[in-house]
């Protein structure tokens, strides 16, 4: 019942800045440069809540609410819908579908090419994010390739910092928070190991996924 009411209010809430962004759109209000709003909100949103996927296992292990692991999924979804909305703002409004055009700013500027990769990496990830997927590829497996979510993280931030011309404070704020739970698994990954030595892991199911 909790996880419930808490998917249905994250599914609310996040669906906010979309409703801001539309509402701003029909009231003109999104300023002289509507394009570079929207691609600064939507980029905005889509590394906080790369960021907030990562650290549902901390929050959870930390609080002891262990149910918070049915909303990780719904939350890095979101993250993708983001991310793809970014593209598609940049694509469309920005490019007008030139692929050419596209191709030569991705070679040309690199705070681009950084982007570009955050978000292709998140492809197999939201392909992959279903409970089907976790059995086919084996818990593991799914574990090792979704830990490519702190590529994406540490390119999202790196991204930001390079495009920024004077004020670095927000991508340094999100670069340390990334930090943070970056340290936080690599702490986990070797009290893992350090068990898993003393005693061979047993093959690991969605039940195990859930735990890391
Ligand atoms: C195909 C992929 C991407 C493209 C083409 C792209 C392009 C851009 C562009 C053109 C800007 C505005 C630059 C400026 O105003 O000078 C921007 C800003 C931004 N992007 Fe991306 N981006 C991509 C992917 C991503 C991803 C995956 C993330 C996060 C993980 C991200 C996070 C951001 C952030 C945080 C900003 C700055 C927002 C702000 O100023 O408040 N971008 N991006």
Do not use: C
């Not at 570079?36 to 990562?54: K, M, P, Q, Y």
């Amino acid at each position: 019942m909790k996880l419930r009411f808490t998917k249905i209010a994250i599914f609310l809430a996040a669906l906010v800045p979309l409703e801001r962004l539309v509402w701003k759109a029909l009231h003109d209000g999104l300023g002289a440069n509507p394009i570079e709003f929207i691609t600064h909100s939507t980029g905005d949103w889509t590394l906080i809540l790369v960021l907030a996927t990562l650290s549902v296992t901390p929050l959870r292990r930390f609080t002891r609410q262990y149910w918070l692991i049915g909303v990780r999924r719904m939350i890095g979804l979101f993250a993708f819908f983001y991310g793809t909305l970014h593209f598609l703002t940049y694509i469309w409004l920005d490019k007008f579908f030139d692929i050419h055009e596209m191709w030569k700013d991705i070679a040309k500027r690199p705070f681009i090419t950084v982007g570009f990769s955050a978000l292709v990496l998140m492809i197999p990830l939201a392909v992959t994010s279903t409970a089907w997927s976790i059995r086919r590829l084996g818990g593991k497996n799914w574990q090792r390739l979704h830990r490519l979510i702190y590529l994406t993280g540490i390119l999202g931030v790196v991204h930001y910092a390079w495009l920024v011309k004077a004020d670095l404070r927000k991508p340094i704020e999100y670069g340390f928070l990334l930090s943070i739970l970056l340290l936080y698994r690599v702490g986990a990954w070797a009290s893992e190991r350090r068990k898993s030595t003393v005693m061979p892991a047993p093959a690991r199911g969605r039940a195990e996924v859930n735990k890391v």
